[in-house]
């Protein structure tokens, strides 16, 4: 089993959709838990970060992280064609390399 | 504005004919990191330095080689390039290898080894 589990997509959804992606891992030491988003020819940014469980929220965007089922996931509401992207989840138990997911490619159609 | 500076974009090379993919930030940050991003594989790490003078191997290393002389710079080399290592390439660093959670990506280096 592969620490960090993502589906792949291709997702396409229309413009004003709530979208939800998400990952499982297996891992029970991983504590840091990060969404990453990559356009086209460009390198992965920084999107949002949560510590432990819990949900975090910035704007439109949301992260959950439930540690009991190792699942985490990001809600992006009112989804613009801008968001179109590929999506990578990343964690870490802390003070060692991330472990990314493969990373979710997302077409928001206008 | 801060940033980590890969050269270069775009590279085609012959197998066997050494090459080096240099990086840069200007954040001053510790910890720096190279990855290769491939379809289906996502991103794996190649090498990582936690600070001047102190690399260490990621998932990936075999077939590449790094230094890390100065805080700023973290050049990656293909001493003997293969078709293998056709890949796209990330440079990334952040403020300290405990806070490698927010991770600054250069632009990345599309390398084809023909």
């Known amino acids: 089993q592969k620490e960090v589990e993502q589906d792949p997509g291709p997702l396409s959804v229309p413009e004003g959709a709530i979208v939800s992606l998400n990952c499982t891992y297996s891992?029970?030491?991983?504590?840091?838990f990060m969404w990453y988003r990559q356009y086209s020819r460009k390198g992965p940014e920084l999107l949002m970060y949560?510590?432990?469980?819990g949900n975090k929220e910035d704007g439109r965007f949301t992260a959950q992280v439930d540690k009991s089922s190792k699942y985490i996931s990001l809600f992006i509401r009112d989804s613009q064609p801008s968001d179109s992207a590929t999506y990578l989840c990343?964690?870490?138990?802390?003070?060692?390399?991330?472990?990314f997911g493969k990373g979710t490619r997302l077409s928001v159609i206008a | 504005e801060a940033q980590v500076t890969q050269n270069p974009r775009y590279l085609i090379t012959v197998t066997g004919k050494k090459l080096t993919v240099t990086c840069s930030q200007n954040?001053?940050?510790?910890?720096m990191s190279w990855y290769r991003q491939d379809p289906g594989l996502g991103l794996r790490q190649i090498y990582y330095?936690?600070?001047?003078?102190?690399?260490d191997k990621g998932d990936v290393p075999e077939g590449y080689k790094v230094s890390r002389k100065e805080k700023r710079n973290f050049p990656l080399i293909l001493e003997s390039p293969s078709p293998n290592q056709t890949s796209l390439y990330f440079c990334?660093?952040?403020?300290?290898?405990?806070?490698?959670?927010?991770?600054?990506f250069g632009q990345g280096t599309r390398l084809t080894v023909v």
């Open positions: 990343a964690m870490t138990p802390g003070g060692t390399p991330l472990v």
């Open positions: 954040m001053n940050h510790e910890y």
């Open positions: 990334a660093s952040s403020r300290t290898k405990t806070l490698n959670t927010e991770a600054f």
């Open positions: 949560t510590y432990s469980s």
């Open positions: 891992n029970s030491a991983f504590q840091y």
């Open positions: 330095s936690m600070n001047v003078e102190v690399t």
